[in-house]
């Protein structure tokens, strides 16, 4: 079974401080970057799969030329080898170049099944996962709470999240799965992987290593702009109530008719 | 033929989308600025009903019958349909809501047409002959306005972004048949499961009574549903309490779960860890229950109540059960 988990090394929401550079462009130097939370899901998944067998995970990542440093942790959790698409003109990239960068990346791996988070902490639009199934005509598996493939029969199975419970999906491999939470929590790396990782390969490509068949990509080819970017209107000051539950609990009712609310 | 933008239908188990007819409401909102016609497109198995319902919102609406989609994942389907009548009837932008349907659809729109995406919109604007689209980035630290730099685009638009609106007159519903045979590999449903809790549908709530660490437990959210029930409201809950299993993941809220923006957001037991943060911040009104005076909840909340949760959530509830009688 050999698993690509696509992975973006994002701003670490936690650490705060993300800004648009004066090109209106993430400035991704002024935050220190981690995996995007839910591409860890992914792996996390992609590892449980193949840790049994003699699987190979690969982590591909578009991203800037330190991502080797954000890669590391993936390989530590257990991922085998990564790939590094950098190149100074895909900065700025909007989600259609991402997606068709991935793409002509994938056509140089083999794999059984792609995995991708549903949606990235930074950009958020969680387009580029079905984009690039539809580049490659693959099978679109998406919201995945369980994945089941048979390499015997050549299928996968996935319990697609709905709004009343789940759907049951199936496709033929190799396929796209869009992967969530649900699908359990992250490993933690353990000192052995964190040593392994040190020597785990790391492939570096540039925009010329891949056959991208004529279609624009990069910052100069991007379709979206930003305008401007206006801190959010503060909000009001917080009322703090400190009284017996029942007092605050009356105090609680009145704020919200106040507000008519109730 | 008059330059025209499309809303793309979601529907689920034969009926329109409650975000459908929001993403109907705020395509209407730019149409007349815009000078573009407003088109709603639904494509199902039995399109019929939900496209009657989508004309109550825009005056036109392309029905397009596909007996695939049924007993299928829709949103390639859907997206390869839309990209044939696109090509016969070029619009030029489409709008869709920005859950999982809206957001694989647009995916795969964005690669079929070639054109960009603006995704999670909060704000629909119209300058310059191009939308102009607001959205909260970098965990609602900023809100940015965005352009399309060509004149195509598509852009989906976050649930209670706008109040849907039906129109003053009804639309007209015209069959369409776009032709062209579909490409992209299509997946079948081999099971259709129910799950108890599993529908919560959230991002849809005017009212979220969500619950954190502090709830501790799956007893503890009996003390939010109650609170939730005595409101009116749905329950939520932060990733700590979901991973703890005390509730199912339909109700997550935040980073790696959903993005809400009710009129009421009442948080009991939540610190407002960024990671939370990120799915309830735009929230009208947010009031909060916490020990800790000093939770990070405390820098955003309108109304903290500094106390226990056991004690304050069901007083809560009773003086509202009081008020109504």
């Given amino acids: 079974m050999r698993i690509v988990v696509l992975m973006k090394p994002v701003p670490d929401t936690a650490a705060g401080g993300e800004r648009l550079t004066a090109e209106m462009r993430l400035d991704r130097a002024a935050v220190p970057a981690v995996v995007n939370a839910n591409d860890e899901y992914a792996l996390e998944a992609a590892i449980k799969l193949t840790e049994a067998g003699d699987g190979e995970i690969t982590v591909l990542a578009m991203a800037p030329s330190n991502a080797p440093e954000t890669m590391r942790k993936a390989l530590a959790m257990g991922a085998h080898r990564g790939v590094l698409v950098t190149d100074s003109s895909l900065e700025g990239s909007d989600t259609l170049s991402t997606a068709r960068v991935l793409a002509a990346a994938l056509e140089t791996l083999e794999y059984d099944l792609v995995f991708a988070g549903a949606d990235t902490s930074d950009g958020g639009a969680g387009v580029v996962g079905p984009g690039v199934a539809a580049l490659l005509g693959l099978p679109l598996l998406s919201y995945?709470?369980?994945?089941?493939?048979?390499?015997?029969?050549?299928?996968?199975?996935?319990?697609?999240?709905?709004?009343?419970?789940?759907?049951?999906?199936?496709?033929?491999?190799?396929?796209?799965?869009?992967?969530?939470?649900?699908?359990?929590e992250p490993r933690y790396p353990s000192l052995k992987g964190i040593m392994a990782a040190r020597s785990k390969e790391i492939v570096t490509r540039s925009l010329a290593d891949l056959d991208l068949g004529g279609q624009a990509v990069g910052g100069a080819a991007s379709g979206t702009k930003v305008l401007e970017s206006t801190p959010p209107p503060p909000r009001a000051a917080t009322r703090v109530v400190r009284e017996p539950a029942d007092v605050a609990a009356d105090q609680v009712v009145a704020f919200l008719a106040e507000r008519r609310i109730i | 033929?008059?330059?025209?933008?499309?809303?793309?239908?979601?529907?689920?188990?034969?009926?329109?989308?409650?975000?459908?007819?929001?993403?109907?409401?705020?395509?209407?909102?730019?149409?007349?600025?815009?000078?573009?016609?407003?088109?709603?497109?639904?494509?199902?198995?039995?399109?019929?009903?939900?496209?009657?319902?989508?004309?109550?919102?825009?005056?036109?609406?392309?029905?397009?019958?596909?007996p695939v989609t049924d007993g299928h994942a829709s949103a390639t389907l859907l997206a390869e349909r839309v990209a044939a009548l696109a090509?016969?009837?070029?619009?030029?932008?489409?709008?869709?809501?920005?859950?999982?349907?809206?957001?694989?659809?647009a995916g795969v729109l964005s690669v079929l047409l070639g054109w960009p995406v603006l995704a999670n919109a909060t704000g629909l604007g119209w300058a310059d002959d191009g939308p102009t689209v607001e959205m909260s980035v970098f965990g609602g630290r900023l809100t940015t306005r965005n352009a399309f730099v060509g004149e195509h685009g598509i852009i989906t638009i976050r649930p209670n972004a706008v109040t849907a609106q039906p129109a003053a007159t009804k639309g007209a519903v015209e069959s369409s048949n776009p032709g062209g045979d579909a490409k992209l590999p299509s997946v079948p449903v081999v099971e259709s499961v129910a799950e108890a809790g599993a529908a919560a549908p959230i991002e849809e709530a005017r009212i979220v009574v969500a619950g954190g660490r502090g709830v501790a437990g799956e007893d503890g959210f009996k003390i939010v549903q109650e609170l939730a029930d005595a409101l009116g409201g749905a329950v939520g809950a932060t990733r700590a309490a979901v991973d703890a299993g005390w509730i199912n993941y339909a109700h997550q809220i935040g980073q790696t779960g959903k993005i809400v923006k009710p009129?009421?957001?009442?948080?009991?037991?939540?610190?407002?860890?960024?990671?939370?943060?990120?799915?309830?911040?735009?929230?009208?009104?947010?009031?909060?229950?916490?020990?800790?005076?000093?939770?990070?909840?405390?820098?955003?909340?309108?109304?903290?109540?500094?106390?226990?949760?056991?004690?304050?959530?069901p007083a809560i509830s009773a003086a509202l059960r009081a008020r109504t009688g």
Avoid at chain 1, 166 to 177: Q, T
Avoid at chain 2, 9 to 16: H, Q, R, S, T, Y
Avoid at chain 2, 87 to 105: H, I, K, N, S, V
């Fill in chain 2, 263 to 313: 009129q009421l957001y009442l948080a009991l037991g939540i610190s407002g860890a960024i990671q939370h943060k990120v799915g309830m911040q735009t929230a009208e009104t947010i009031v909060a229950v916490n020990r800790d005076p000093d939770a990070p909840i405390a820098e955003f909340a309108d109304l903290l109540v500094v106390g226990d949760l056991f004690e304050v959530a």
């Fill in chain 1, 144 to 184: 995945a709470a369980k994945i089941e493939p048979d390499e015997t029969a050549g299928q996968v199975r996935v319990r697609r999240i709905s709004p009343t419970g789940f759907d049951v999906l199936e496709a033929p491999m190799p396929a796209l799965v869009v992967c969530t939470q649900a699908l359990g």
């Fill in chain 2, 87 to 105: 090509a016969d009837e070029p619009p030029d932008y489409l709008l869709l809501g920005a859950g999982p349907e809206g957001r694989d659809a």
């Fill in chain 2, 1 to 66: 033929m008059a330059r025209s933008i499309w809303v793309i239908a979601e529907v689920a188990d034969g009926k329109l989308s409650r975000i459908t007819t929001e993403v109907a409401t705020a395509a209407r909102g730019i149409a007349e600025q815009a000078g573009r016609d407003v088109v709603g497109v639904v494509v199902g198995a039995d399109p019929g009903k939900p496209a009657e319902e989508l004309a109550r919102f825009v005056p036109r609406v392309l029905s397009v019958a596909d």
